[in-house]
């Protein structure tokens, strides 16, 4: 197993506010890195700061042996990495099937196989094909954003918050679709739910007031009692 | 009946002259949220420059092609020196691209001279026909075809083709279609120079339909294509088709039938639709 990203005590300004003081951490290849902490901790800014769209102003980040940090987003995306965001950021008035579409980096007979496997992991795409991403429900609009992720052969996925307003029958098929992508891919997911995020996650780390707080293995923190406590609120 | 022709012929003329300069503002505006007062310079600028080529070529194709290059030319250096460094604050866009319009105007002067030139239009589109009555002047018609096939060329691209749906994309989240691996700051500039050349190209079929071309005429008609671009809705290109119609049918009507409000008929237009539909007639989603 080989060490695919490194934040190295990543510190990120948003206009005047200091919001990231000092994360640190690291994905493993083939992983599920969770990223935990309460709301306004800076998991979500930590995943921007990845992709370069709140840009780190101190620390470096490391991407598959690559110095990432300075460069522009669509560098580090074209690097092989894919993005979720807590919104979706679904193309409302581009159909399915243009959102995917404006996703592929190629278009050639690899991308296309890639393109129907995705809708394997995700058939009510295929169902609303011609629908414009604007009129799809929540969780339809959370599959197109990790299909859109993932129709490109990317090496690392971020994805932040994936079950956030979703029914628990659509949580579940997101879960489902995770665990399918963990296969073939990275990834790191920003997700509150703990047992979610428990049984889908290798590895955590635990992000407080903007700063790294412990990492380790997922197993270790489910048995830490003290720790959930006192960070995550769990009793 | 033949009068109404004659007028709503003129009027769609005109109007798909202003839709040709809207056309290129309300695709800066959609996409790259950037509002360009020096847009009626690049049509200035497109308007002489097909004066000036088509007098050393003779060839009026050439010079309107002569005249696109031009406006793009321009375009890639009014977006690389003017605006990349104000994307994102309206307020120094609107400071920086109105004083760039001045600088545009009085170069031209420097250029071309201080004083108006006359622009010839070619024999094959001089004339007029003549059908049940109505007299259908040739240069009109062939500037609604223009404006007609500029606008099925602009939406195939935006609905049809890869780089259309990048722009589309962008006008709804710039971020998200950067996370995807596209420079949208290349499609930016790419937007800009197809902007200024469309900017252009309306200069270069206006300088024969006027007759004349002067250095003010950029802020004239930039005026004009605001108006459309803010009644059609802001970055919406089928409206900004429909609202130049509009206003040039209005403007053709009102000049025959009440001209003492020909000028003021597109400020009314322009408060009627504000005020039943604030967001204009589309909305740049619908772009």
């Given at each position: ?50 992709m370069?769209l ?18 522009p987003t669509f560098s580090i995306a074209n690097?092989g990495i894919g993005y979720v965001p807590?919104d979706q950021a679904v193309f409302t008035t581009l159909t399915v099937e243009e959102n995917l579409k404006v996703a592929m980096r190629k278009e050639d007979?690899a991308a296309m196989?890639r393109q129907d496997?995705v809708l394997?992991?995700f058939?009510?795409l295929k169902?609303f094909w011609k629908k414009e991403g604007g009129h799809l429900?929540?969780?339809q609009k959370q599959m197109l954003a990790m299909a859109r992720a993932f129709v490109n052969d990317n090496?690392?996925m ?78 | ?26 695709l800066?505006?959609g996409l790259m ?122 939406q195939f691209i935006l609905k049809r083709t890869k780089i259309g749906l990048v722009v589309r994309a962008g006008v709804i989240n710039k971020e998200m279609v950067q996370a995807l691996g596209i420079d949208i700051n290349k499609v930016f500039?790419y937007v ?92 740049a989603k619908e772009a």
């Amino acid at each position: 197993m080989s060490r695919l990203l490194t934040l190295e005590n990543v510190h990120t300004h948003i206009g005047q506010y200091h919001i990231l003081q000092g994360v640190s951490l690291t994905a493993e290849e083939g992983e599920v890195t969770v990223l935990l902490g309460r709301n306004g901790a800076g998991k979500t800014t930590t995943l921007r700061t990845i992709m370069g769209l709140s840009p780190a102003t101190s620390g470096t980040i490391h991407y598959n042996g690559q110095d990432i940090t300075k460069l522009p987003t669509f560098s580090i995306a074209n690097g092989g990495i894919g993005y979720v965001p807590e919104d979706q950021a679904v193309f409302t008035t581009l159909t399915v099937e243009e959102n995917l579409k404006v996703a592929m980096r190629k278009e050639d007979e690899a991308a296309m196989a890639r393109q129907d496997y995705v809708l394997t992991l995700f058939p009510d795409l295929k169902k609303f094909w011609k629908k414009e991403g604007g009129h799809l429900s929540g969780g339809q609009k959370q599959m197109l954003a990790m299909a859109r992720a993932f129709v490109n052969d990317n090496r690392l996925m971020l994805i932040d918050e994936p079950s956030k307003g979703l029914a628990p029958i659509v949580i579940e098929s997101v879960m489902e679709a995770i665990r399918e992508m963990k296969k073939q891919t990275t990834i790191i997911l920003v997700e509150q739910n703990f047992s979610m995020a428990a049984g889908v996650g290798d590895t955590y780390t635990l992000i407080d007031d903007g700063e790294t707080v412990q990492s380790g293995r997922m197993e270790e923190l489910v048995r830490d009692e003290e720790l959930k406590r006192t960070y995550l609120g769990i009793a | 009946m033949d009068l109404l022709l004659n007028l709503t012929v003129n009027g769609l003329a005109t109007g798909m002259l202003i839709f040709l300069l809207a056309a290129g503002l309300t695709l800066i505006f959609g996409l790259m949220s950037v509002l360009n007062f020096a847009h009626g310079g690049l049509f200035a600028w497109g308007a002489f420059s097909g004066v000036f080529f088509y007098g050393v070529t003779g060839s009026f194709l050439i010079s309107v092609i002569g005249a696109v290059l031009t406006g793009v030319v321009l375009g890639f250096i009014t977006e690389k020196l003017i605006i990349k460094p104000v994307y994102g604050n309206h307020v120094q866009q609107i400071l920086i691209t109105l004083g760039f319009m001045l600088v545009l105007s009085e170069m031209l002067k420097v250029v071309f001279g201080p004083n108006q030139i006359a622009a010839k239009t070619p024999d094959y589109l001089s004339g007029s026909w003549e059908a049940g009555g109505v007299i259908l002047i040739k240069y009109r018609l062939f500037i609604i075809l223009v404006g007609l096939l500029v606008f099925a060329v602009v939406q195939f691209i935006l609905k049809r083709t890869k780089i259309g749906l990048v722009v589309r994309a962008g006008v709804i989240n710039k971020e998200m279609v950067q996370a995807l691996g596209i420079d949208i700051n290349k499609v930016f500039l790419y937007v800009f120079m197809a902007g200024a050349g469309l900017a252009a190209l309306a200069g270069a079929l206006m300088a024969p339909y006027s007759g004349v071309v002067y250095a003010e005429m950029g802020l004239e008609f930039a005026i004009l294509a605001f108006i459309v671009v803010v009644i059609g809705g802001m970055g919406s290109f089928p409206g900004s088709l429909l609202a130049a119609i509009l206003v040039g049918l209005a403007g053709s009507y009102m000049a025959y039938f009440v001209p003492s409000l020909s000028l003021a008929v597109n400020m009314i237009l322009m408060a009627v639709v504000l005020i039943f539909r604030p967001q204009g007639l589309f909305t740049a989603k619908e772009a």
